[in-house]
């Protein structure tokens, strides 16, 4: 599977912005999908995933209550809505994608994860 993020950009804090991962080729459907974010100068982190029918979710602490990830199996699509943006999210924010059977954990490293996409970079001014 190949991976595209869009929808970063620069919002003022307390903003909202919407992230999508468009994936193509098959068998979107069959993958647990995460979202990921650097800051600069540390290291990739783990944000938010779902499972591959989109019935399990698990979050980061750090953005439990203001982020929400969705997917759109149909569409090939995974979404990462986030509200309440603070300067401490300020990252480039990517999607990956973990082959996995239905009843597998989301994990939350990255070495667990198959394909990436290229990131986006969501600025948050204070």
């Known amino acids: 599977v190949q991976l595209q993020a869009s929808g970063g950009g620069l919002v003022q804090a307390g903003g909202s912005l919407r992230l999508s991962c468009a994936a193509s080729g098959s068998m979107f459907s069959r993958y647990h999908m995460g979202w990921f974010r650097q800051a600069q100068g540390k290291e990739r982190e783990f944000v938010a995933g779902?499972?591959?029918?989109?019935?399990?979710?698990t979050y980061a602490e750090s953005v439990k209550d203001r982020f929400t990830i969705s997917r759109d199996n149909a569409k090939k699509t995974a979404y990462l809505q986030m509200n309440g943006l603070k300067s401490e999210d300020t990252a480039v924010y990517y999607c990956?994608?973990?082959?996995?059977?239905?009843?597998?954990?989301?994990?939350?490293?990255?070495?667990?994860?198959?394909?990436w996409g290229q990131g986006t970079l969501v600025t948050v001014s204070s």
């Open positions: 990956a994608a973990d082959w996995a059977i239905s009843s597998a954990p989301i994990y939350t490293a990255t070495s667990q994860y198959d394909a």
């Open positions: 779902i499972s591959r029918s989109g019935g399990r979710t």
